[in-house]
């Protein structure tokens, strides 16, 4: 048990989760296509196959042009050449690797191999070469050659051959302009033919929905489509036809009107079932953000009214769905919506949000909160009071145990209780004053369900209760002896699954809601039982959230009494580090039993401890970059703290000489004649904007970050930065300074990347930085005439400040501990030496091609966390490392033999390719560099590329010299 718990942690920490890599990776590119060839000739079929099959985890192994080129053109020899099993097993590496085909360079190759086998007489063989076509028509969209052939293909006789004509139709369809257009005629004979039979009907439709490049071509196919729907009535038909028009409509946009009209028609009149389910779904994919707004007033009412007469509870609440979508994605201004008494909209939340079924009651108080959200936004009326009675209802029809069965509550019941709770936090992040009410709701509810066997939703309504206490602070703080009683029930409980992810959510709303507080005895004491019931798995989730919430006593306790049951060196490295970083941070805190002075020191011999413990946990797979940064960004924000309570203690230790008035008046520096202290403290506001550098570099390094971290770096960088003006403006006031700060006022407001929200515990540290910045505001308008230039009320104000930074525990990062997604980059340098350790061979008198192609990995992303890599910047910088001896002597002029070149490239599924062209001028030994940046849809740059290099040996062609000089 303790072998999987110790798993756990170093996925969670040090990224183990991701597939492990193959033993390819190690024999390198060249030899794992050498294997598989070996593969591929051989005479056996299976082995053939086995080695067919492994072609597309070899392209994601090393997806560069070179590997993927020679790949396909084997693969495409095989397929003219093997049997229709074989070919069959090529067809599917296509499909696979539909990815890295753009990579493919030997095009017309490609297809001269493949397009031979069209002239089989096989129709098999001919059906999967156009599958084949069809497949890697990403490449060749328009192939006259491969056009023709799919076209001639599709008036085949058998009907594999036609099947597969049809496939490559679709695929060129949507890739082609051309193609769609030219096709449209012929297919347009054939769907309206009586001669073509119905199941031809059904795949030659869904053909239809490319056919947007032209409005006259999609105007034609929406004129067909709707002519032939009254002749042929049968479901299937019918879904595919208005399946293939709402797919047409969404790329013209000009008959999405019309097209709602169409769907909510047949809605009305078809009475079967799985014909209005589908319409539904039709209707789903018109009322998107980008489309809803196309929707007019009367189908707004139409949907509404069908809503309200359905008695299907599968049809009621995805035509509930439908009408909240349009409502998000358009407002309720849009569509002129009546909201009084008698509203249809209202009629129909209140009937779904009160009915006796549960979903379509979760359904209809979604639909509500969405409604009073919106009209909220746009200062509408108020339905705050309606939606909060709405999930009142809810929630008690939940936890009454009427919904349940004998076996607890099912799957169903969960999910509408999910998107219950979901509305609670939508309405409280828009009205945070039901946050209160909501929170004695759902308070109520811990103990009776409590005493479920299934904890799952006791799990949803804490982590609701947990999100609420995130919007307001101190909103939880009369459920402590609630979720006391609550954990000491649950600790005698029999094993179970759930259990220690729910002890943990518990202690988790204790963190969140005594933070910066005393813990009560009851607390403390449901804290210890818990830790002595719960694994280390889960003892190690309670110790990371102490440490995010700013319980690093806690923390520290936690990590150090778990690290003695590591199984391996990194992971007891890696916890005790974490525990030395939780006791500094808990030094610095202790104002009741240490003096500032003292806490300063032991915190950073602590931290100092702490880094050489993380050193130890970094390996070359799991380098620890972040947490080696952040920490050593922590020591030097202490240090140069330290150094400003030693500079303001010097006033009274080392007081001016008697001359500083003289040598004041001798360098015209007033401040000088303070002594010391001035010196000291100009010396501080340096380290102060080196540590704000730091917080930055820290910063754009942090590409997968959440939202919250990168946050708290920019607080952190903003503090530094605004501690050190503040020091200059105030305590370090000069004549000389002349009018720099006259309109800088002395206030702390961070701006937040991406306008983000802080959390409650980031909300706190920012609150105590302005009481930081109002220390120094009383000092700069204290009109004492001992407060200039520099005196004992500067000093004291300075002591108290870094009091006041000290006194607040510092909420750690979620990225410290977790990474939402990780993304590397892979780079190939082209050219490489012939042997490793040798240089690469150039002349002088010619430029080098440097190919520089970069791949990059993803891993573990979510929904919520979309930075994604937009843009890379390559940088390659060349500079001589060691000059020729001859040259040195003979040559009187001076070449440069330093070269920077930078150069943006735009990823295409994943892939980028740059080229850059050097000079080496001076023979002698060169150094290239080349490094690369990120950028993200927001143009924003990222220092988290990959780096590499090559060295250079330019040498001089002294055949050309001997002419030179016998000319001469």
């Not at 099947?163 to 004979?189: E, G």
């Not at 009427?402 to 509550?409: F, I, L, Q, R």
């Not at 409590?450 to 799990?459: D, P, S, V, Y």
């Not at 977790?818 to 082209?830: D, G, N, P, V, Y």
């Amino acid at each position: 048990t303790s072998t999987r718990v110790f798993r756990l942690i170093m996925m969670n920490v040090f990224g183990e989760g991701l597939p492990a890599t193959s033993p390819e990776s190690e024999q390198g590119a060249n030899a794992a296509l050498t294997e598989l060839e070996k593969g591929l000739r051989s005479s056996k079929v299976g082995e053939q196959a086995e080695a067919i099959v492994r072609f597309p985890h070899l392209f994601s192994q090393y997806p560069f042009p070179i590997l993927i080129n020679s790949g396909m053109l084997k693969l495409a020899e095989l397929f003219r050449q093997g049997s229709n099993f074989l070919k069959m097993c090529v067809l599917r590496v296509c499909q696979q690797s539909s990815h890295h085909l753009d990579k493919v360079t030997s095009v017309d190759e490609l297809v001269r191999r493949v397009i031979t086998v069209i002239n089989s007489n096989d129709p098999v063989a001919r059906a999967l070469t156009l599958r084949v076509l069809g497949s890697i028509a990403a490449i060749i969209p328009e192939r006259k050659a491969v056009h023709h052939k799919v076209r001639t293909s599709l008036d085949s006789q058998d009907q594999v051959e036609l099947y597969a004509a049809i496939y490559a139709a679709n695929k060129f369809a949507a890739r082609s302009k051309t193609f769609s257009t030219d096709i449209c005629p012929k297919l347009l004979v054939m769907i309206q033919g009586p001669a073509t039979s119905l199941p031809v009907k059904l795949k030659l439709l869904p053909i239809f929905q490319h056919m947007h490049h032209s409005a006259t071509t999609a105007a034609q196919v929406r004129s067909a489509c709707l002519s032939m729907l009254p002749l042929y009535p049968g479901q299937s038909f019918l879904l595919v036809a208005l399946r293939t028009l709402t797919s047409l409509a969404t790329h013209t946009l000009v008959d999405i009107p019309s097209q709602v009209t169409l769907l909510l028609e047949h809605l009305t009149k078809d009475p079967r079932q799985q014909v209005r389910l589908a319409l539904l779904s039709d209707l789903t994919l018109l009322a998107r953000e980008d489309t809803a707004h196309l929707w007019t007033k009367e189908n707004m009412e139409d949907m509404v009214m069908f809503a309200r007469q359905t008695q299907c509870e599968d049809s009621m609440t995805r035509s509930i769905s439908v009408v909240r979508d349009i409502l998000s994605g358009g407002g309720v201004s849009v569509y002129s919506t009546e909201l009084g008494p008698a509203s249809p909209i209202l009629s129909l939340c209140e009937q779904a949000a009160y009915s006796s079924q549960l979903v379509v009651a979760a359904m209809g108080t979604e639909l509500l909160t969405v409604l009073a959200c919106t009209t909220a936004r746009e200062g509408l009326q108020d339905l705050t009071g309606e939606a909060v009675l709405a999930i009142e209802s809810l929630c008690f029809l939940v936890s009454s145990g009427e919904v349940a069965g004998s076996g607890g509550m099912d799957r169903k019941t969960q999910n509408s209780f999910r998107r219950c709770l979901k509305c609670v936090v939508m309405l409280c992040k828009q009205k945070a004053d039901c946050t209160g009410q909501f929170v004695d709701i759902l308070g109520g509810m811990l103990v009776s369900l409590g005493a479920e066997t299934n904890l799952t939703m006791l799990q949803l309504v804490m982590e609701t209760l947990a999100a609420l206490g995130s919007l307001r602070s101190g909103v939880l703080a009369l459920l402590v002896p609630d979720i006391t009683q609550l954990a000491r029930e649950l600790v005698i409980w029999p094993d179970n699954k759930q259990l220690g992810t729910t002890m943990v959510l518990l202690n988790t709303l204790l963190l969140q809601t005594l933070r910066g507080s005393s813990w009560p005895e009851s607390a403390k004491e449901c804290l210890q039982l818990t830790l002595a019931r719960l694994d280390c798995w889960d003892q190690y989730r309670l110790g990371r959230a102490a440490s995010r919430y700013g319980h690093h006593g806690v923390a520290g306790e936690v990590f150090g009494e778990i690290a003695e049951w590591a199984q391996s060196d990194t992971g007891y490295c890696w916890l005790q580090g974490l525990s030395l970083l939780s006791q500094a941070e808990n030094t610095l805190v202790m104002t009741s039993t240490l003096s500032l002075q003292e806490r300063l020191a032991t915190s950073l011999t602590l931290f100092h401890r702490a880094m050489s413990s993380f050193r130890c946990a970094s390996t070359a797979s799991s380098p620890l970059t972040f947490q080696l940064e952040f920490v050593t960004c922590r020591i030097e924000v202490v240090t140069v703290l330290s150094c400003l309570v030693s500079a303001a203690t010097s006033l009274s230790t080392s007081p001016p000489p008697a001359i500083a008035a003289a040598l004041a008046a001798q360098s015209r520096d007033e401040l000088a004649r303070c002594g010391r202290v001035t010196p000291q403290l100009r010396k501080v506001v340096r380290q102060l904007s080196s540590c704000a550098a730091g917080w930055v570099r820290l910063a754009e390094t942090s590409f997968d970050a959440d939202s919250s971290s990168l946050a708290l770096l920019a607080v952190q960088q903003q503090v530094m930065a605004s501690t050190a003006t503040w020091i200059e403006m105030v305590c370090l006031k000069s004549p000389l300074q002349g009018n720099i700060y006259t309109d800088t006022e002395v206030e702390f407001s961070p701006s937040l990347p991406g306008n983000h929200q802080p959390t409650v515990e980031l909300a706190d540290f920012i609150t105590n930085i302005q009481s930081v910045a109002t220390s120094f505001q009383a000092l700069a308008n204290n009109p004492s005439p001992l407060a200039k230039p520099i005196s004992h009320l500067h000093t004291t104000c300075l002591m108290e400040v870094v009091a006041q930074i000290t006194s607040h525990p510092l909420p750690y990062p979620r990225f410290f501990y977790q990474s939402l997604q990780q993304t590397k980059l892979k780079l190939a340098i082209t050219p490489q030496p012939r042997a490793a350790g040798e240089p690469v061979a150039v002349n002088t008198s010619q430029y080098m091609a440097v190919k520089v192609e970069g791949v990059i990995q993803r891993a573990g992303g979510v929904r919520g966390h979309p930075r994604e890599v937009a843009g890379v910047v390559v940088q390659l910088n060349c500079s001589m490392q060691k000059a020729q001896e001859k040259s040195v002597k003979s040559d009187s002029k001076v070449e440069n033999t330093t070269t920077n070149l930078e150069q943006e490239v735009e990823p295409h599924n994943d892939f980028f390719s740059s080229q850059f062209l050097v000079p080496f001028p001076s023979p002698g030994l060169y150094t290239v560099n080349i490094d690369t940046a990120w950028k993200d849809r927001q143009g924003l740059s990222w220092r988290t590329g990959a780096k590499c290099n090559i060295t250079v040996k330019s040498f001089e062609d002294r055949s050309n010299n001997s002419r030179t000089v016998a000319r001469a």
